[in-house]
Nanobody, 118 residues
Framework: QVQLVESGGGVVQAGGSLRLSCAASGRTFSTYRMGWFRQAPGKEREFVASISWSSITYYSESAKGRFTISRSNAENTVRLQMNSLKPEDTAVYYC????????????WGQGTQVTVSS
């Protein structure tokens, strides 16, 4: 129904910036909310940021003030601008879609690796 492809991951020095992008295809008109999650080795997946169709945003405490989520409904893309990166931000970042009428984020991308060096 919805296909998600992340891009923009890579290796960056602490204090640097990185911009992640998520391209959505398929049932894009039903993407009620889009989110970014991350998972570090040995840890559970955690919420990073989300944005609704009407651009209402939420951030984790860690992301607040450093990360900015945005979306272009016309272009079917979601972006995560990551500034002031820290080594603890190192993780695989996943794009996810919460569709209208569903109770959870049921669609996920393959993930993109973000590594922040000390």
């Amino acid at each position: 129904q919805v296909q998600l492809v992340e891009s923009g991951g890579g290796v960056v020095q602490a204090g640097g910036s990185l911009r992640l992008s998520c391209a959505a295809s398929g049932r894009t008109f039903s993407t009620y909310r889009m989110g970014w999650f991350r998972q570090a080795p040995g840890k559970e997946r955690e919420f990073v940021a989300s944005i609704s169709w009407s651009s209402i945003t939420y951030y984790s405490e860690s992301a607040k003030g450093r990360f900015t989520i945005s979306r272009s409904n016309a272009e079917n893309t979601v972006r995560l601008q990551m500034n002031s990166l820290k080594p603890e931000d190192t993780a695989v970042y996943y794009c996810a879609a919460h569709l209208n009428g569903e109770s959870a984020y049921n669609y996920w991308g393959q993930g993109t690796q973000v590594t922040v060096s000390s």
